[in-house]
Nanobody
């Protein structure tokens, strides 16, 4: 089992930036495909950004493309989500997630506890 701990959320004004971090422990970092999801109040959890199985190529939800960047530091077993040009629609709890290679993003994936991001207008 892998453990994920997010940090870096907070309150920011529209147009501002935040960087989320997720420290991974418990298993070999490279054994998992890593990603970020978010859940806004009253809405279902949605995909934000992730690495493909190569651990190099990344992909993003259309709503964040060009504004958010996922990155990783393998030496620190940490992934990041740099969020720029934030707007109120980005307000949500952000979750770090990990899944074994070849599996789908679902409830059997590993999830962090979440970190709140609030963007004021």
């Amino acid at each position: 089992q892998v453990q994920l701990v997010e940090s870096g959320g907070g309150l920011v004004q529209a147009g501002g930036s935040l960087r989320l971090s997720c420290v991974v422990s418990g298993r070999t970092f490279s054994s998992y495909v890593m990603g970020w999801f978010r859940q806004a109040p009253g809405k279902e959890r949605e995909f934000v950004a992730a690495y493909r199985s190569s651990g190099i190529t990344t992909y993003y939800a259309d709503s964040v493309k060009g504004r958010f960047t996922i990155s990783r530091d393998n030496a620190k077993s940490t992934i990041y989500l740099q969020m720029n040009h934030l707007n109120p629609e980005d307000t949500a709890v952000y979750y770090c997630a990990a899944k074994p290679h070849g599996s789908a993003w679902d409830d059997s994936s590993s999830w962090g506890q979440g970190t709140q991001v609030t963007v004021s207008s």
